[in-house]
């Protein structure tokens, strides 16, 4: 039924005999936006196709995995080279040297060496050399050379520490530095392989163990008789053995005789020099020339061979 008790059928026809047009309302419960008609089905939207996904070659897969270990390979060594390792290694073996850096030839020089594990593991057999200068003698034998030390150690245990003294009496010119060389070697366990750490001390020589005066006549007529006198002195304070000195004779010189004898040509061996001691040699002979010539005496006094050899084996001046 319709508001006021009318149907639905009178209220049509009281507006189809009204005189005058009766509005019509709308309901409010009528929705007043208008809706589009469509005409027909529409047609359905395009199907979405997602693009295939690209496949990585597998060179560029190398290159990322290479990359990626190498990464890993540093950040590994760089932790070792920060924190340290357990890694063996000659760098972790320690050779330190304590010893006079300058000394007058002819001192006996003591050398302390000590030699540290720092390896995780033991040192197996450790064996110590080494190389003293030519010239060099034994303090509690002063004529015998003493060209190498060397001595076992055996087994040195992770942070041991070990010690050895080495004396010798060293010889070398004034201001020469003489350069000890010191090697250790050992082997780790579970490998054959030796390992060798190696060091050098110098020491620098500030005297020369013997001084030499050579004197004789400033002018001379040709065909003169000549004197020529070479004086040796030890200054060292141990006793200097096989001390030689080795001439050179100028042009025109003609030898008659000297005291003492030469070994060979001009070559005299002096033999052992106590501390302070001297010994000379004197060369006589004549000299020929014309006037206004000059002529140079040359002699080097030193040790000689161990050999016997008519020859220096170590200069001095």
């Known amino acids: 039924m319709a508001s006021g008790g009318k149907s639905p059928l009178d209220t049509l026809r009281a507006r189809l005999y009204a005189p005058k047009p009766v509005s019509v309302m709308t309901p409010d419960t009528l929705d007043g936006a208008h809706t589009p008609v469509t005409s027909g089905w529409a047609p359905p939207p395009p199907p979405v196709i997602k693009p295939a996904k690209k496949k990585l070659p597998p060179s ?7 990359g990626a270990f190498f990464l890993v390979a540093g950040i590994v060594a760089a932790a070792l080279l920060i924190f340290g390792g357990r890694s063996v290694s000659t760098n972790n073996v320690e050779i330190d040297v304590h010893g006079p850096t300058t000394i007058a030839s002819g001192d006996t020089v003591p050398l302390l060496i000590s ?5 995780p593991t033991f040192m197996a057999g450790a064996t110590i050399s080494v190389d003293l200068p030519d010239g060099t003698r034994n303090p509690d034998a002063i004529d015998e ?3 190498q030390y060397s ?9 041991q520490r070990e010690e050895r003294t080495v004396r010798a009496v060293l010889f070398g010119a004034e201001n020469q530095k ?3 060389p010191i090697r250790l070697e050992y082997r780790t366990p579970g490998s054959n392989a030796v390992s060798v750490k190696e060091v050098e001390y110098t020491v620098l020589v500030t005297t020369s163990p013997v001084s030499v005066n050579v004197t004789s006549v400033r002018e001379v007529a040709s065909g003169q008789s000549v004197t ?3 004086a040796v002195r030890s200054n060292a304070a141990t006793p200097v053995a096989n001390v030689s000195v080795s001439g050179e004779y100028p042009p025109g010189f003609i030898l008659n005789g000297s005291v003492p004898e030469p070994v060979d040509g001009a070559y005299f061996a002096l033999g052992t020099l106590a501390s302070g001691q001297e010994k000379i040699v004197t060369v006589t002979g004549t000299l020929t ?3 206004g010539d000059e002529r140079i005496f040359r002699f080097t006094v030193g040790t000689g061979k ?3 050899s008519a020859a220096l084996g170590l200069s001095y001046m």
């Open 228 to 230: 020529v006198r070479v």
């Open 306 to 308: 161990d050999d016997g």
């Open 145 to 147: 050379p003493f060209d």
């Open 289 to 291: 020339g014309i006037e």
């Open 115 to 119: 030699i540290k594990n720092g390896n």
């Open 178 to 180: 003489l350069v000890i």
């Open 60 to 66: 560029v897969w190398f290159l990322i995995g290479a």
């Open 151 to 159: 001595d076992s150690l055996g087994d040195i245990e992770a942070g």
